[in-house]
């Protein structure tokens, strides 16, 4: 969703929208005023200020000429520029990042591990407890019906397969909502470990705000 449907494309001159799975390295784009830009690239011609907040977290957009760099899926100004495409697709910025979060996704951390664990033990415990069941009301004498349905009561209430489910479907569920707030989550690991923080050091270069707007006179 962060990046256009369609590009200009630039071929002997002439303009032509195409959908942006036809972009390719090396390729010139023309991006108009306020449309986003299709893929990575170097400015060749124009200036402008470019909208990369959702890279960067900064809401006041960057002032960008030839020769620099512009990242696919931020904002053009009001101005009209010409970009050489120096990657897209699998390679884009933005792929990137959404590999990163997918492969956080897939990694299991701590609490994960210790859910299928005993995910895996409860699930032994009420199949042995079902067929005890079973087994009991058999030999007391009761219909087999009789018996599966208590077979089948026992393993309803005791669903195993709740807790295996709900671990990975909320980690998953996290690492998006976590993305969408611009908080790249690479090792979940050591997201669960962060919790145990107690000092944060900022270099000389970090940058540390309240994100909220002010005037200063």
Not at 98 to 108: D, F, M, T, Y
Not at 111 to 128: E, G, K, P, V, Y
Request: overall charge negative; glycine content about 8%.
């Amino acid at each position: 969703k962060l990046m256009p449907d369609n590009a200009h494309k630039i071929t002997d001159g002439n303009t032509k929208d195409v959908s942006i799975e036809d972009i390719n390295k090396n390729d010139m784009v023309l991006v108009k005023a306020g449309e986003k830009i299709p893929a990575d690239g170097i400015i060749t011609e124009g200036e402008g200020f470019i909208n990369e907040s959702f890279v960067t977290g900064e809401s006041e957009p960057v002032k960008k000429s030839v020769d620099d760099e512009v990242i696919g899926g931020s904002v053009n100004g009001d101005s009209i520029i010409k970009v050489k495409v120096t990657a897209s697709g699998d390679e884009s910025y933005i792929k990137q990042v959404i590999e990163l979060v997918r492969n956080a996704q897939k990694k299991k951390s701590k609490t994960q591990r210790f859910a299928d664990r005993a995910a895996m033990w409860l699930t032994f415990t009420a199949i042995s407890v079902g067929l005890i069941t079973f087994v009991f009301w058999i030999s007391a004498g009761r219909e087999a019906a009789f018996a599966i349905e208590r077979l089948a009561t026992v393993m309803v209430i005791t669903c195993p397969h709740a807790l295996g489910l709900a671990i990975p479907l909320v980690t998953a569920v996290s690492t998006s909502i976590s993305a969408q707030n611009g908080l790249l989550i690479r090792n979940r690991t050591a997201f669960e470990s962060a919790g145990k923080i107690t000092v944060v050091v900022f270099d000389k270069t970090g940058t540390l705000t309240e994100g909220e707007f002010g005037v200063s006179i």
